[in-house]
């Protein structure tokens, strides 16, 4: 059973900076690119970064390009997204999302990633 656990969300002031980590299980992570999406009530999941199994790649939407980075950790399991220059309106759920099946790359559609995690807050304040 596939799992995936966000963690490091939480409340910081415009201009702050998160790192959030997202843990996975029960799939071959080391074959998967990664995705970070997020949600705000009554919108569409947004994708925010996808990083490739080897972690060499990196793709960001155009509203967080230099301010957030998305690495990994395959001997963990793990992947992150350092979020820096924080503006409020980033405020959202986010979360981590993984392909279905292995060696696929994925694009920023939502319908593209088969597991998801339960998602993190990420509130900014102004």
């Known amino acids: 059973q596939v799992h995936l656990v966000e963690s490091g969300g939480g409340l910081v002031q415009a201009g702050g900076s998160l790192r959030l980590s997202c843990a996975a299980s029960?799939?071959?992570?080391?074959?998967?690119?990664m995705a970070w999406f997020r949600q705000v009530p009554g919108k569409e999941r947004e994708f925010v970064a996808r990083i490739s199994s080897s972690g060499k790649n990196t793709y960001y939407t155009d509203s967080v390009k230099g301010r957030f980075t998305a690495s990994r950790d395959n001997a963990k399991n793990t992947v992150y997204l350092q979020m820096s220059s924080l503006k409020p309106e980033e405020t959202a759920v986010y979360s981590c999302?993984?392909?279905?099946?292995?060696?696929?790359?994925?694009?920023?559609?939502?319908?593209?990633?088969?597991?998801w995690g339960q998602g993190t807050q990420v509130t900014v304040s102004s």
């Open positions: 029960g799939l071959t992570f080391g074959s998967r690119d």
């Open positions: 999302a993984a392909p279905g099946i292995p060696y696929y790359t994925p694009g920023t559609n939502s319908r593209e990633y088969a597991y």
